[in-house]
């Protein structure tokens, strides 16, 4: 597709649910990206795949979040148990591998935990 | 630990006026710079981005790198209302492909 494509844009689920946010890059994007930010607040690394694998999966904050790519291609975050504070928007960046190329962004989801 | 700042502001300027950002950044590994815009309730969009010290125009964008000072400006001449955005920079190490982000300086721009 022409940009990143994240879906669902919005995410309303009681507390203790699971959630899966998924994430399309951009067409022969090798490197994907997911981050979090809080309201008001700066992004929060969470996880880098390249390919199919993930060499920094350093940023997620606990065994509840995993997430996986297949086919080098679409990428789903998964949140298990979910609590309050998972509450946030998670945005999924994409970017070329050959070369020192910029980040594109999609629209991110926005999830609401009650 | 790298680390990027940058004034969370808010920068106040007029319209039509030179708004100045600045970052600066603790690593001097770091090869790729990149400014990005986020409008409120929106996702960064991405305005510049610069590898090589001195200018690099684009319209009325302006980055500008000092690697020997360390630090990445962005200069938006002309400024306009819809200027007015949180605006986002962000710094890679080179060998790395994960930038490390600033907070971020809210810029408004008054009529």
């Known amino acids: 597709g022409a940009g990143v494509s994240q879906s669902p844009s919005n995410k309303v689920t009681e507390k203790g649910k699971d959630v899966e946010l998924r994430c399309d890059p951009i067409?022969?994007?090798?490197?994907l990206y997911w981050y979090r930010q809080s309201l008001g607040q700066g992004l929060e690394f969470l996880i880098y795949?390249?390919?199919?694998?993930?060499?920094?999966k350093s940023g997620l904050p606990s065994d509840r979040f995993s997430a996986e790519r297949t086919g080098g291609s679409v990428s789903t975050l998964t949140i298990q148990r979910t609590q309050q504070e998972d509450s946030a928007v998670y945005l999924c960046?994409?970017?070329?591998?050959?070369?020192?190329?910029?980040?594109?962004f999609g629209d991110g989801t926005r999830l609401s935990i009650l | 630990q790298k680390e990027v700042e940058q004034n969370s502001g808010p920068l106040s300027v007029p319209e039509g006026a030179i708004a100045s950002l600045n970052c600066t950044y603790s690593?001097?590994?770091?090869?790729?710079f990149f400014w990005y815009r986020q409008y409120s309730g929106k996702s960064p969009e991405l305005i510049m981005f610069?590898?090589?010290?001195g200018d690099k125009e684009d319209g009325r964008f302006t980055a500008q790198l000092n690697k020997a000072s360390q630090y990445v400006s962005l200069l938006i001449r002309d400024s306009q209302p819809s200027d007015s955005a949180t605006y986002l920079c962000?710094?890679?190490?080179?060998?790395?492909?994960?930038?490390?982000f600033g907070r971020g300086t809210s810029l408004i721009v008054h009529p």
């Open positions: 795949f390249q390919g199919n694998s993930a060499p920094d």
């Open positions: 960046a994409s970017s070329p591998e050959q070369g020192d190329q910029p980040q594109h």
């Open positions: 610069i590898y090589s010290n």
């Open positions: 067409s022969g994007h090798t490197a």
């Open positions: 690593d001097r590994g770091s090869q790729s």
């Open positions: 962000a710094v890679r190490t080179g060998g790395s492909y994960i930038p490390t």
